[in-house]
């Protein structure tokens, strides 16, 4: 009996980048998705925080999180656990972070900055930006943006003044672990990305930026092949999280990052539902 089975066609190129396309809108909508955060507020000193109940404070020098005092009446659950007094909030820095619940689709949680303050994300479900989110916009996927160049390791603690959107121009020194040199449009240019888990965050803008695509810039996430080569596909160049939500402090492009061509490859605008660009 002769086995006539086949194997199933890998997805072509184009398939595979239409069902990433598919999944990152839905991710953006998720409870914790981009679309969903509506507050970030840093807590130096008891206060309350726009939104939400409670009163919120830092918690002693070299623990984790905030602590937050509510009454039951308050309707706050921290770890499962209603509120109905002063309790610690760990941040997302410590190996169990505490989850918060505030209502059936407002949740919060914790976040460390690196000067060691903490600030409480408010994600609401049910956001303006959620139930107004119309898609968004990408150009068609093109083979012609999956470039390959080389990757050089830089010395250990190598680092690369990055400004945020909202740090009123000052910079942050963020470790750059190798050097990336790629040849686009006929010229050779060397790049900065840093490290974001087990892979490289290229933050970068183009000639396309505040025109067809969002202003700040995009994203690319990459990762150096084992031959010390790396590819970068632009097809796959996402809006950063401040393009969804203006409580998030997206980096901008360093000056060897900020392409003087168009590249026409990757996400370009969040639409709202009657096509308008939910943020420029």
């Given at each position: ?23 990152r809108?839905?991710s ?46 308050d309707?706050?659950v ?40 903490y ?17 968004i ?17 830089n010395?250990?603690?190598t680092?690369?003044?990055f ?9 942050r ?89 168009r ?18």
């Amino acid at each position: 009996m002769t086995d006539t089975a086949t194997a199933p066609a890998q997805p072509t190129a184009a398939e595979r980048h239409a069902r990433f396309r598919t999944l990152r809108e839905q991710s953006v909508q998720t409870p914790s998705g981009f679309l969903a955060l509506v507050n970030t507020q840093w807590v130096g000193e008891p206060q309350e925080i726009w939104g939400v109940p409670g009163t919120w404070a830092p918690r002693e020098a070299g623990e984790s999180g905030l602590q937050v005092t509510a009454t039951a009446a308050d309707g706050v659950v921290v770890d499962g656990q209603p509120v109905d007094g002063t309790v610690a909030v760990r941040g997302k820095d410590d190996p169990q972070p505490s989850s918060v619940v505030f209502d059936d689709h407002t949740t919060g949680t914790v976040i460390r900055g690196e000067d060691g303050q903490y600030a409480l994300r408010v994600w609401d479900a049910q956001s303006e930006a959620v139930q107004g989110f119309g898609g968004i916009s990408a150009f068609p996927h093109d083979p012609a943006w999956v470039v390959t160049g080389s990757f050089t390791p830089n010395p250990e603690g190598t680092t690369v003044g990055f400004s945020h959107v909202k740090d009123d121009g000052a910079t942050r020194e963020l470790p750059v672990p190798g050097d990336i040199a790629v040849e686009i449009a006929g010229q050779e240019h060397r790049i900065a990305a840093f490290k974001d888990g087990n892979r490289l965050q290229l933050v970068f803008s183009d000639a396309t930026s505040g025109d067809d695509t969002y202003g700040v810039g995009r994203f690319l996430f990459v990762a150096p092949n084992r031959d010390g080569s790396i590819t970068l596909d632009f097809n796959y160049a996402v809006l950063p999280p401040c393009a969804f939500s203006y409580s998030f402090n997206c980096p901008m492009p360093p000056k060897q990052n900020r392409f003087p061509f168009r590249i026409e490859a990757g996400e370009k605008q969040v639409l709202g539902k009657d096509g308008s660009p939910l943020h420029e």
